[in-house]
């Protein structure tokens, strides 16, 4: 027995010794003090830890932190950074293709110690993204223009994703896919259902992870504990393995008024602020020691819009005129949103893009779509409206001009906006009836004729391709002009689609085959350009990034960009407490 533990210590001296090294990736951060507990908010706890199967931002909030791909990104959302890959690089094949390939890191551990390997990403790849039914998104997010998924070919640690046609999104699509270790999953993907089960809230004990924390705890309705992944493969410039804190702890109260009582209290550590709320918190700031962040305008936006497919064919006639949105656009009164519900932390929007974006063109500003009734009266002539002795707006057949607006109640800003869009258009000789609803019940109406106009917002990613389904005509959420094709009581002999939004649909199907960054924003350009010109929807307001943080927080990046499209806790590894 002891010549066999001989043997078993030799054995076991001889892998370590043959253990491939980890190739770090080095983060531009130093002198962060190790250790410590960052305590965060949240409204809600997660549904699942499987990142295929969940579809809920509560769920996506906790798993980002466990789960690394093969690239990152930059502090404006913008997938180009080393990850996983410690080199991606991208080439035009002479078949008219495209090639993606990806250098994996040696020496990648998960958090339970097994190896992180190219086979890992192969089986993600073949049995999870290609396997029939296996996402709850299906698989359009990595397929090209022709409904084709890339070739995968494995040379060494290199990864070669090869596509027939010409594909610019490898790097976004592929160099953020969500990897799961082969060792855990290999006997649970026989079926959808297998698969969809695993990793649930009740297996939280099981679940490793590959990102800079795992989650060891949750307690519905009270928390949610993150711990520190001792194998994650990023180190400081001065050679601490990171993240720096041992914990992330988010605490799930009953809402936003709750979250902002637990940070005056101290229980949680940083705090997005809404506008509303920013003179409070900001009349505490010196006597608390807090830090707060004034950035530019988050990604987030309301807009109006107007129902293209209305049951009612005057409205419809009304809607679909650019003249008449125009002129809406011109008396909605976005500074007194601003000045009103905002407190004056608030950017005007004339476009589906604001300067956060990376893809942002200012050349929308020159439309000029500030407040004038004068304006506003003059593109309401200009389509052929006209007004009778009492003031009230008649269209070119007499008709008087009465609609509705909707919104989902409970949203404050949602429920302000409509209100002043009533007051503003009233001047206009307008008639709007308000009706808040529920939100499930918005939702719903979307996908009927039953609506006139709506306030309404959406979330996406920044590059604009991702909101095909928006904005294509046959887009599953081309909400305002729903195509035949698409929901089946729209009369094809009704159906109407004007120069703009055909000119836009083309934009959405060639971008993705266009490999030039400077034709591709020469698209986008042209997009918003459309999309603000002819104010297909009416975008309304954009608060200000707000946070406030106790003091003895230090953020990866001290002097964040005014834009900061990722927000305050991007690289969430590099933050620490003093």
Excluded: C
Excluded at 233 to 259: A, C, E, H, R
């Amino acid at each position: 027995m002891k010549k066999f533990f001989v043997i078993m210590l030799v054995m076991a001296a001889a892998l370590f010794m043959f253990a491939e090294e980890t190739e770090w990736l080095i983060r531009d951060v130093e002198g962060g003090v190790k250790g410590g507990t960052l305590y965060l908010g949240s409204t809600s706890g997660p549904k699942t830890l499987n990142a295929y199967w969940s579809q809920e931002s509560s769920s996506r909030d906790i798993y980002k932190y466990m789960y690394e791909s093969l690239m990152g990104s930059d502090n404006k959302a913008q997938v180009n950074q080393p990850a996983l890959a410690k080199r991606f690089w991208r080439e035009e094949t002479a078949d008219g293709g495209t090639a993606y390939y990806f250098e994996l890191r040696k020496g990648l551990k998960w958090s339970d110690g097994q190896p992180l390997t190219v086979e890992d990403i192969v089986f993600t790849y073949e049995n999870i993204i290609k396997g029939d039914g296996m996402t709850a998104d299906g698989v359009e997010t990595y397929q090209d223009t022709e409904g084709n998924l890339p070739e995968l070919t494995v040379d060494g640690n290199i990864l070669k994703f090869k596509y027939p046609t010409k594909y610019r999104f490898g790097y976004d699509s592929l160099g953020g896919i969500t990897i799961m270790p082969k060792h855990i999953f290999k006997d649970k993907v026989d079926s959808p259902e297998s698969f969809a089960q695993m990793w649930t809230i009740e297996q939280i004990g099981d679940i490793i992870s590959s990102g800079p924390y795992i989650v060891t705890e949750y307690r519905e309705g009270v928390r949610v504990v993150l711990e520190r992944n001792p194998y994650y493969f990023i180190k400081s410039k001065d050679g601490v393995q990171l993240p720096y804190l041992d914990k992330l702890v988010f605490l799930i109260v009953q809402d936003t008024n709750t979250m902002r009582l637990k940070f005056e209290a101290g229980d949680i550590d940083i705090l997005q602020i809404s506008a509303a709320d920013y003179p409070a918190i900001k009349a505490q700031q010196v006597e608390k020691n807090w830090n707060i962040i004034v950035g530019g305008p988050n990604a987030s936006s309301q807009f109006i819009g107007f129902n293209f497919n209305a049951k009612d064919p005057i409205h419809r006639e009304w809607f679909r005129n650019d003249n008449f949105r125009l002129a809406m656009s011109f008396a909605f009164d976005r500074e007194t949103i601003i000045d009103t519900l905002y407190n004056g932390l608030g950017e005007p929007m004339y476009g589906p893009r604001n300067r956060t974006s990376a893809f942002y063109n200012p050349e929308i500003e020159s439309f000029g779509f500030r407040y004038s009734i004068a304006k506003a009266k003059r593109y309401l002539q200009q389509a052929g409206f006209t007004w009778n002795s009492q003031g009230q707006l008649l269209d070119w057949d007499g008709n008087v001009v009465e609609f509705e607006i909707t919104t989902n109640s409970g949203s404050n800003a949602r429920e302000e906006i409509a209100n002043i869009f009533v007051d503003s258009v009233q001047k206009l000789g307008i008639n709007v009836n308000y009706r808040p609803v529920q939100f499930n019940t918005l939702v719903q109406n979307l996908y009927s004729a039953n609506w006139d106009s709506l306030i309404l917002g959406l979330q996406g990613g920044d590059d604009p391709a991702w909101g095909t389904n928006v904005w294509s005509l046959n887009g599953g959420l081309h909400f305002w002009n729903w195509s035949p094709e698409v929901q089946d009581w729209v009369d094809p002999n009704e159906y109407y689609i004007s120069d703009a939004e055909k000119r836009i649909d083309e934009i959405m199907k060639i971008n993705r085959s266009v490999m030039d960054p400077a034709k591709v924003q020469d698209l986008w350009d042209e997009w918003q350009m459309l999309a603000a010109g002819k104010q297909i929807l009416v975008y309304t307001v954009s608060q200000n990034y707000l946070v406030a943080m106790k003091d003895d927080i230090v953020i990866f990046n001290p002097e964040p960009s005014p834009l900061y499209g990722a927000g305050v806790l991007w690289n969430i590894e590099a933050i620490y407490k003093k």
